[in-house]
């Protein structure tokens, strides 16, 4: 369940991207967490656009679900439909999974930090090593000295493919209420504020 930080040090994994409220960090700055949106959330406010090129020339930028019928009637061929498709689904089901956890959160532990607005931070520096493995080779991991509420849960606990809602449902009161599974993949969740002590290699 939700415990509160004085001071404790964990490691955290960042990137640059366009959503990333906190691009570059450097050591001896602090960070306040939980007031808007993360990169992750964030994202869901812009929409998936495609350009797409018609059989006739002309081409136009439209939105997933208008591309995906495009396709399925023809109006365009020789994109990565594989590739976009997959795409598109992953982006939509991590939507659905992020609007189930935090209503599930409201419920079993209202006092948690939400996904939707916390920093990722892993407990240990082999365990930023793992999610900097996930993450990709530009991120950088760095040391941190944590103060506020902070949730610890298993990752693998997530909706990460089709399954029956009610199992996602199950899945996510367990995150909230910190069990894990016989594999986990902890995570910690923080809210309040962020002091970054070191880069970490």
């Not at 369940?1 to 001896?28: A, D, Y």
């Not at 990709?136 to 949730?151: C, F, K, M, T």
């Amino acid at each position: 369940m939700v415990e509160t930080s004085v001071r404790k040090r964990f490691f955290h994994v960042s990137t640059r991207h366009v959503q990333n409220i906190f691009p570059e960090l450097v050591v001896g700055q602090t960070i306040e967490i939980g007031n808007v949106h993360n990169a992750f959330f964030g994202y869901y406010e812009r929409p998936l656009n495609y350009v797409i090129h018609g059989n006739t020339g002309n081409t136009m930028t439209v939105k997933a679900i208008h591309y995906l019928n495009a396709f399925k009637q023809g109006a365009i061929q020789g994109a990565d439909l594989p590739g976009h498709a997959h795409g598109i689904a992953l982006h939509y089901l991590m939507l659905a999974r992020e609007l189930i956890m935090e209503e599930v959160r409201k419920e079993i532990c209202p006092e948690a930090p939400s996904r939707q607005s916390c920093l990722w931070l892993a407990p240990s520096i082999e365990g930023a090593r793992c999610w900097q493995g996930i993450i990709g080779a530009n991120s950088v991991i760095y040391e941190i000295q944590a103060i506020g509420n902070l949730h610890r849960a298993d990752a693998n606990l997530l909706l990460s493919d089709s399954e029956a809602l009610s199992v996602t449902y199950d899945r996510a009161r367990r995150y909230w209420r910190g069990e894990v599974s016989e594999t986990p993949n902890m995570e910690v969740l923080l809210r309040g504020s962020a002091k970054i002590i070191a880069v970490r290699t």
